[in-house]
């Protein structure tokens, strides 16, 4: 599903909001974006708060990175997360994220 759902969406839409805190699935956005000028990729994660986190990263090290991300969590108690393997991200408040992009006023 990296960049699959949002390829798309920019096929259909004048502007796709890309929020993604993975820095793997971030490059392949970015990849995307050469060639579909219509996303904007926000590489955090959305939240209640804006804030810091901790995102756990799957648990099968073998497995492709970019498959890999789709398994990554901010939710420690995910079954398929390994706790010893982390990225620190940021959390963008939904309300923040909504301002931002003219969709609400602040």
Do not use: M
Request: positive net charge.
């Amino acid at each position: 599903n990296v960049g699959l759902v949002s390829n798309f969406l920019a096929r259909h839409h004048e502007v796709v909001y890309c929020v993604e805190p993975h820095p793997i699935a971030v490059e392949r956005l970015r990849y995307l974006k050469k060639y579909r000028k219509n996303l904007v990729i926000i590489d955090k994660a959305l939240g209640v708060q804006s804030d810091k986190a901790k995102l756990y990263l799957h648990q099968d090290k073998h497995l492709d990175p970019a498959e890999a991300s789709q398994g990554a969590s901010i939710v420690a108690t995910k079954p398929n997360i390994d706790l010893k393997r982390t990225i620190d991200i940021e959390i963008l408040s939904c309300v923040e994220f909504l301002q931002a992009v003219g969709k609400i006023k602040k």
